[in-house]
Each structure stands twice: as C-alpha cells, then as structure tokens.
C-alpha cells in the first residue's frame, strides 16, 4: 500500500498540461491501483462482505421484492476509509477546466429552513466541487444567498401558501421546464435538505425527481426528500444510482413503511440489507454512532469517531459531501479498467469517504471548540481534514 502511494506521488509530480492529462493521469492511477496490494485489500473489504442473494437483490419487477430478511447478511466490516477517499479523489491539474471536479445541485430551502441547504451546497464546494448551485423557494433564496457568494441560487420553487389552487398545474410545469433546463447540467443533485413537507412542493420535487433519474443523474436523497419518498417509495425503486442518507428516525420511518416491521437493532445489518434489497437497486447510509451502508448485497461501516456534539446540520454537511465523492467514484471507475470480478460500486464508495470526511471534520472542530461546536465550525475543517489524507500537491 505504502509503495503504491509513493508511485501515485511521484506520477503527479510528473504531469504534463495536455488537455486530457487529467484523465490520462486519473487512467493510470488507476491500472496501477488495480494491480496494488491497496486495492486488492479493498475489494477484499467490500466484496468479503457481500450477502449472496439469490437473485442479487435484483430481481425484476417495478414492485417492492418480497421481503427478504431471510438473505444471508454477512459481518458488517469496517471501511478502508482513508484509501477510499484517497482513491477517488481526483488530483489538482493545471489541465483541468471549471465544472470536471463536480457541479451538484441542492433541492431544498423553505420558509423555515435556510440553513440546511446552505451547509449541503458549500460543503460540496469545500471538499472540492467546482459548481455547488441551490434550486429553493422565493422566500429562501434571499436568506440563502447572503449567506455566501459562493452559490448560484435559484428561486424557483413554491409552497401551496403562495400558490391559488387554479394556478397549481401552471406553476408546477414552468417550475419544471426551469429546472430542466439545469438538471442534465449537473454530475449529482441532493434533494432534501430543508425541503420542507408542503404538498404543492413535495409534488414538484417529485416531478424532478422523476425527471432526473430519467436523465441518469445521481441522486442523494436526505432529510425531507426521504419524507417524500417513504410515501412513494416509486421514486427511487431500482434506481442504482440513488442513494439514500436517514438519520435514526428517519430510518425507523423507513422500514416501518418499507418492510412493515420495527428497526431491529440485533439484526441491524440483515435489516439494512433487506431494506436495500426491497426498495431495490439503491445505496443507503444509515447515519448514527457508525455509518452503516449498504447497496443490497454488501454491508461496510465507517466508525472512525467524530465528535460528542450532536448539533444540526451534521446530516447535511455529509450529503453534499456524498455527492461529490459519489461523482468523483464514478468517475474514477468509469475511467478506468477495472478486474472483471470487481463489482465495485461508486455510490458505496462515495459514502464511505463522505462519512469519513464529515467525521474528521467534527473531531478537529470539537478539539478546538468543544461545547460550542457547531456545524459552521465542522464547515471550516473539511478543507484540512481532506488535505491530511489526500495533500493537494501529491
Ligand atoms: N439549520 C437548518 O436549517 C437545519 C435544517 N434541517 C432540516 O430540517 C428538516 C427536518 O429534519 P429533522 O432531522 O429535524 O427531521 P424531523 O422533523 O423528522 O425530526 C425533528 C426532530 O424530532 C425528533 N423526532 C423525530 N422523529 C422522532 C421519533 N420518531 N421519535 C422521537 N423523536 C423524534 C428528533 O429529535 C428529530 O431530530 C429537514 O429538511 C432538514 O434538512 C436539519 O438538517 C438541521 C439543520
Ligand atoms: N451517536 C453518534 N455518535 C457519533 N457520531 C454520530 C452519532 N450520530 C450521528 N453521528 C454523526 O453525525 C452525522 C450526521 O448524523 P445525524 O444523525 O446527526 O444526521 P441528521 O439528523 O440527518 O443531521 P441534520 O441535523 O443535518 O439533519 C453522521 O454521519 C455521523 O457522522
Ligand atoms: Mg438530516
């Protein structure tokens, strides 16, 4: 593993400005990582945990599978966090223009919350995304946009209070052919944070939604978005490239929906794989003391611990990190050959280094400030809690 490193170093050192040198420099990172003892012993990570289901947790149908907690769930095995993230991240290139490192977009901000979709949307830009934009209702855009100049903001949605009942069909599709515009745009798009639960807005969201995963673009889904999508569950069936981020309540709501039973802490991991397995096709990280995450057919956490402060936020900071990792995975496998017996998938990889980098952060804030940590102080250190694994200059 050591060695494989000073290889990569030494490699960036050496980079030419050709206009793909990026992707040549990302092409070779990658043929020597597959043959790396770090990689090998990662695969092992990922695939050793793999609960073989019958049908692959794919069987073909547009309904919920038939519960499946029968599935053999193997050990839940801790994440190689730190190779992950160190992996996928793609190096600094002079080559490079705006928008390669990741442009995401944010689905949320409402009367009440404005904070939410701000920590998600300059999160993606701290940990290194080159465009972080924020679709939010009228009222929060203002509030939103004077918290940084950093994002690109649009006013776009609206709420049932703002909206009389014969102008709902109208407001809806324009609110639709202005985010149409936008969406293909983007390399990963988050809806949740700080949505809010009105129904004219919830019934939008679902239209991009449905608009997005007809597009192919990835999905993070976290906080209110997972409130729209426990009560049409439709929208993120067999949709692999979507994932899901609940916190302890919201998973309870959840499976109470989905598998129609309790969370069951001793069979947490069964469980986790058979919500996986039920929805079908998607990634979910369940968020608490470890963040544990599951594709379906594989079971990996990450518990590196973070900070004794529970305060607000936290959940958001780690959703707008998980979609840039998760694009920057895809892109480092799509760039790459990959051994045939590798199955490898870039949204658990995303998670993974999301949930790592969230912790890091709140550790160092938490030593620094203590008691008064908030998630504006975790914001600060994303930056040097990514440098520390993965230096800029390598
Ligand atoms: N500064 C901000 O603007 C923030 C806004 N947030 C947003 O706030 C919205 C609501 O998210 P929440 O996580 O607060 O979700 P909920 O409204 O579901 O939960 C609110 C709180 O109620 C309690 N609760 C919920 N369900 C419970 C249950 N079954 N049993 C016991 N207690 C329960 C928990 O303390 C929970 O944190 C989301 O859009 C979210 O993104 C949060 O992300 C936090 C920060
Ligand atoms: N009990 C815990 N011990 C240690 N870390 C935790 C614990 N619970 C949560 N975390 C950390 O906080 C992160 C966010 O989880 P949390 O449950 O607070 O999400 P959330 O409720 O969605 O947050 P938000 O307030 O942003 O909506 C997790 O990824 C994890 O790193
Ligand atoms: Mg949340």
């Not at 404005?114 to 009228?138: M, R």
Request: aromatic share 6%.
């Amino acid at each position: 593993m050591y060695n494989a490193e000073q290889g990569e170093a030494t490699m960036s050192l050496s980079m030419g400005a050709c206009p793909h040198a990026w992707q040549h420099q990302l092409q070779h990172r990658g043929r020597m990582w597959a043959a790396s003892p770090a990689f090998r012993r990662q695969l092992f990570l990922l695939r050793s945990l793999a609960p073989t289901c019958a049908d692959g947790g794919r069987a073909s149908s547009s309904s919920l599978r038939p519960h499946a907690m029968s599935a053999a769930a193997g050990p839940v095995y801790e994440a190689d966090a730190e190779a992950v993230v160190r992996r996928i991240t793609p190096p600094l290139d002079r080559a490079r223009h705006k928008g390669q490192a990741g442009k995401i977009a944010i689905i949320g901000g409402c009367r009440e919350y404005t904070g939410a979709p701000y920590f998600a949307a300059i999160s993606a830009l701290k940990v290194g995304a080159d465009l972080s934009h924020v679709f939010c209702t009228k009222d929060a855009a203002t509030v939103i946009k004077s918290y940084s100049p950093e994002l690109i903001v649009h006013p776009i949605l609206e709420e049932s209070y703002s909206v009389r009942d014969d102008e709902r069909e109208s407001v809806s599709s324009s609110i639709l052919t202005e985010v149409i515009k936008w969406v293909e745009r983007f390399d990963c798009i988050v809806v949740g944070p700080g949505l809010g639960r009105d129904s004219f807005l919830m019934d939008c969201v679902s239209n991009i939604m449905r608009h997005a995963r007809q597009a192919n673009i990835p999905i993070v889904v976290d906080g209110d978005g997972l409130f729209l999508i426990t009560n049409n569950i439709g929208l993120v069936e067999d949709n692999s490239l979507a994932i899901l981020t609940p916190n302890v309540y919201e998973y309870k709501r959840l499976v109470q929906k989905i598998l129609n039973c309790e969370v069951n802490e001793e069979n947490a991991s069964e469980q986790l794989t058979a919500l996986c397995q039920k929805i079908g096709g998607v990634t979910i990280m369940k968020k608490g003391k470890a963040d544990v995450i599951s594709d379906g057919k594989k079971v990996t956490q990450v518990s590196t611990f973070g900070s004794p402060r529970r305060c607000g936020g936290q959940g958001d900071i780690l959703s707008g990190s998980v979609a840039v990792f998760s694009s920057w995975a895809r892109h480092f496998l799509l760039s790459n050959e990959q051994p045939k017996e590798t199955s490898v998938n870039p949204m658990v990889l995303g998670c993974i280094a999301g949930s790592l980098l969230l912790r890091k952060a709140a550790a160092l804030a938490f030593e620094k400030n203590k008691r008064s940590t908030v998630t504006t102080d975790i914001i600060e250190f994303l930056g040097q809690s990514l440098e520390d694994i993965c230096p800029a200059g390598r």
